[in-house]
């Protein structure tokens, strides 16, 4: 578990930004990333890559360069977050989701997300429909259960809503609104690339509860 993350909600508008450089240390990954709008950024705070909570280990901010590429903070992949995340095979300039824990006092305008990757699946399809977008997913096995008809889910660090799901067919979808699209990576997908997953994890404690109950009877 990721004890310094505060929950992160609904950062589907919040910032998109660069991987700089890119690699391996003892144990892990060293990941480095631009973008714009992260000047308060401190050492040890919590920030979510593309749905991943990570922890800030240096950062250098944009009124410090002397170039204009903006600011950049670099965090470490440990050995779990490399093979349980695709962020192991990012390269130099792939784009990524960027979101900041959510304050104590902030808004709660969305679904409490936590930044604990459970799985990882793969866009199978991507249609636009008018100004909306439509995307389709696999459904990842062992977590199909978590996925339900106008649930909630996040998808790379987006909060989402599940429009439609066919667990024959092994696969569910979501709606995109033009600024979701514009402003997330998603704009950056096509058929076959990986999306980490995070389920409900009100979903999870309510199984857990339940199988409780299940086993006291």
Not at 60 to 66: D, L, M, P, Q, V
Request: hydrophobic share 35%.
């Amino acid at each position: 578990m990721c004890v310094t993350c505060n929950p992160y909600v609904h950062w589907n508008r919040r910032n998109r930004g660069r991987s700089g450089c890119c690699r391996d240390d003892a144990g892990g990954r060293r990941l480095r990333v631009r973008a714009s709008g992260l000047d308060d950024l401190h050492h040890g705070q919590s920030i979510s890559v593309s749905g991943v909570c990570l922890t800030v280990e240096a950062f250098e901010s944009a009124e410090s360069t002397e170039t204009d590429d903006g600011s950049w903070f670099e965090v470490f992949l440990a050995g779990e977050t490399v093979d349980k995340t695709y962020l192991g095979d990012v390269s130099v300039g792939d784009a990524v989701n960027i979101e900041r824990a959510m304050a104590a006092d902030g808004r709660f305008d969305g679904h409490v997300v936590q930044g604990h990757v459970d799985t990882v699946t793969t866009v199978t399809d991507i249609e636009q429909v008018g100004d909306d977008w439509r995307f389709t997913f696999e459904l990842p096995d062992a977590y199909g259960q978590y996925i339900v008809d106008k649930g909630s889910i996040c998808l790379d660090g987006i909060s989402l809503t599940v429009a439609a799901i066919d667990r024959e067919a092994g696969r569910f979808e979501v709606a995109i609104i033009p600024t979701t699209y514009d402003l997330t990576t998603l704009r950056e997908k096509s058929a076959g690339d990986p999306v980490h997953v995070e389920v409900d994890v009100i979903a999870k404690y309510v199984e857990n509860m339940l199988d409780g109950y299940g086993g006291g009877s």
